[in-house]
């Protein structure tokens, strides 16, 4: 399976991190060794002094597609939940200086927690879907999958240009304004369209 992770798609996150709007879709991976399961606990890890949460709708894939065009994009998953891109800003800040690959601040242990799936039917369309992120009781961020640069059928149907998508692959899609460090002690709770999702504290 592959987690793949798109960046840079809400306009207002852009801005926060003071990057450049982009034209097209811009993606990067995951490896399964990054899945975080099950509500248990993230630990802090010791190479980054700068863990951000940044919490994003992913979709489960459901059948084998390649070359998918955008309006048939929505037959190709099958559930909706929320997941954290943890993320290790001093690491990434560096690599983005120096125009190097930025995997190593995405990709390590335990940086994609993955909340409960929710089938598709049972939700809003995917276009029009309102999430939240609590940290400890606070609301830091607020998310409606409208506001996304691009939607759900073009992230799709542009990812399959490049490589065939399977059952069990995981699409993050991106993350709204509000990202910010987690701490020892945190306690995370994410919301989507009123139901509890994913809960994860810090350790």
Do not use: H, N, Y
């Given at each position: 399976m592959k987690i793949i992770c798109i960046g840079q798609n809400y306009r207002a996150h852009i801005a926060e991190l003071q990057h450049e709007v982009p034209e097209q879709p811009v993606f990067f991976?995951?490896?399964d060794t990054a899945l975080l399961l099950r509500n248990r606990p993230f630990y802090l890890p010791e190479f980054s002094q700068e863990i951000h949460y940044e919490t994003e709708v992913i979709l489960r894939i459901s059948k084998v597609g390649k070359y998918i065009p955008e309006k048939y994009a929505e037959d190709f998953f099958d559930a909706v939940s929320l997941g954290f891109d943890f993320?290790?800003?001093?690491?990434?800040?560096?690599?983005?200086?120096?125009?190097?690959?930025?995997?190593?601040?995405?990709?390590f242990d335990q940086s994609a927690a993955i909340g409960r799936w929710i089938p598709k039917a049972e939700l809003p369309p995917v276009s029009a879907l309102h999430f939240h992120l609590n940290l400890n009781g606070n609301k830091v961020q607020d998310g409606f999958t409208g506001d996304m640069l691009f939607?759900?059928?073009r992230l799709i149907s542009y990812v399959s240009q490049f490589?065939?998508?399977h059952m069990g692959d995981i699409l993050f899609t991106g993350t709204p304004?509000?990202?910010g460090p987690v701490r020892i002690g945190d306690r995370l709770e994410a919301t989507l369209e009123g139901?509890?999702?994913?809960r994860c504290g810090i350790k």
């Open positions: 991976f995951k490896p993320t290790a800003r001093d690491l990434q800040r560096r690599c983005v200086e120096k125009g190097l690959p930025w995997e190593i601040s995405k990709s939607g759900v059928p490589m065939t998508l304004v509000g990202v139901q509890d999702v994913l």
